[in-house]
């Protein structure tokens, strides 16, 4: 059986994870904050909050914490939907066990957008 030129079964057109990873020192990824999950544990991975990004490019960028990463989760969570949110591996610190991998030190950053919604408090005409 020949391939005809456009087969939709073709690795071409296998979609490209959005999952972001940092992998070097200094990698960093940011944009408009779009959807906020969380995640129960699932084999290796701890539970965690997932944190879906909208780049300048259009294409989206998920950006996984792990839940008991409490300084990233806390500041992470200051953002609201529609605010700009970013976070950059800063370094490695060295394991507090022989043998395991060296934790990734992650730095939040967010610009509050001023919408109707971050403006609001409930209490306009109070």
Request: zero cysteines.
């Amino acid at each position: 059986m020949t391939k005809e030129k456009d087969d939709l079964i073709d690795e071409s057109n296998i979609p490209k994870s959005d999952w972001f990873l940092f992998e070097n020192i200094g990698d960093s990824v940011g944009g408009t904050l779009i959807d906020i999950q969380d995640r129960p544990a699932k084999g290796m991975y701890p539970p965690q909050r997932v944190f879906t990004l909208r780049k300048k490019t259009g294409e989206t960028a998920r950006v996984g914490i792990p839940l008991k990463k409490d300084y990233v989760i806390g500041r992470a969570n200051t953002a609201k939907l529609g605010d700009e949110l970013g976070f950059k591996f800063i370094k490695e610190i060295p394991p507090t066990i022989k043998g395991f991998s060296p934790a990734k030190s992650i730095e939040v950053y967010v610009r509050h957008i001023n919408t109707v919604a971050n403006e609001d408090d409930g209490m306009a005409g109070y």
